[in-house]
């Protein structure tokens, strides 16, 4: 009986070894949803910048729409650069599936690395339309350089609060519950 | 709390491992699974057909990053995780002294 009982319980001891180790590996990089923040934010200032710039202007003769759509472009351009660079970071750093050699973290499956490439697209999207919403409904003339720092520190910080709740929300998915 | 279910299929330590690391993330490519229990292709493989023919877990080949090689996933079906539950609240007894 006693032999079945330490058996068990080793059997036990290694699940949950098993299970530490992984978690281990199934955990993003403690920087990453500060890191997507401060990107936003930093998007978010370049937003600001751009459209004040160009705002009340007359380049080349073009209206202020076609200015504020070149704007718009700029910081696609500049949003697609980011992420090459996350990317390029990911990629040093062994995280997912696109890893020089072996992954250090566990590599998702191709619906879960597509359902988080949406959320983050959607994520950094909605910053940037709701700040040029409300450049538009601020009016570029009242949007002083005031404007600038608390909104894409907000926007910055609600983006890595997302983002980690996120990430949290997935690793707690991932938990295996104590069946007792 | 799963009622608890003694299971001979999952009872072998290697395959009580395959289902406990995949109730807790999957679904799982074969390579990660055979290194984090740092078994051979050979003895990965033949677990995870005992599992698949008994339905606890299902086998899926999708094509790799460079679409040169096909990467094999395994993923715990439904009836795998009922068993799986089952299995380790028995064991919780058997350490409990209740059986």
Redesign the interface.
Same mark, same amino acid.
């Given at each position: 009986m006693d032999e079945h009982i330490q058996t068990s319980q080793h059997m036990l001891d290694t699940l949950s070894s098993d299970h530490a180790r992984l978690m281990a590996r199934t955990r993003m990089p403690r920087f990453y949803a500060v890191g997507i923040g401060i990107l936003a934010g930093v998007l978010d200032v370049m937003w600001w910048v751009i459209g004040t710039a160009f705002a009340g202007g007359s380049l080349f003769g073009l209206h202020t729409t076609a200015l504020l759509i070149i704007a718009l472009i700029i910081n696609t351009v500049c949003l697609l650069g980011s992420a090459a660079i996350i990317l390029a970071v990911r990629r040093i750093r062994g995280v997912g599936f696109w890893s020089l050699d072996r992954t250090q973290y566990v590599p998702r499956s191709a619906r879960q690395r597509l359902l988080h490439g949406i959320v983050v697209s959607a994520l950094l999207l909605a910053i940037m339309l709701g700040s040029a919403a409300l450049c538009l409904l601020l009016g570029f003339r009242l949007a002083s350089f005031l404007w600038i720092p608390p909104v894409a520190i907000i926007a910055g910080a609600l983006t890595a609060v997302v983002q980690q709740a996120g990430i949290t929300l997935s690793e707690r998915q991932t938990v295996m519950e104590d069946p007792s | 709390?799963?009622e608890p279910q003694f299971d001979e299929v999952i009872h072998a330590?290697i395959r +009580?491992?395959i289902c $406990? +690391?995949l109730?807790?993330?999957s679904?799982?490519?074969f390579d /990660?699974l055979r290194d984090? +229990?740092q078994i051979s292709d050979a003895s990965c493989s033949k677990h995870l057909k005992t599992l698949a023919d008994h339905s606890y877990v299902s086998l899926s080949k999708?094509p790799g990053?460079d679409k040169g090689y096909k990467i094999t996933?395994v993923a715990l079906t439904e009836q795998g995780r009922r068993a799986f539950?089952e299995h /380790?609240?028995a +064991?919780?007894r058997? /350490?409990a $002294?209740e059986i």
């Open positions: - | 709390m799963r330590p +009580l491992r $406990g +690391l109730a807790t993330y679904p799982m490519r /990660v984090t +229990l999708k990053a996933w539950d /380790v609240a +064991l919780r058997i /350490v $002294g």
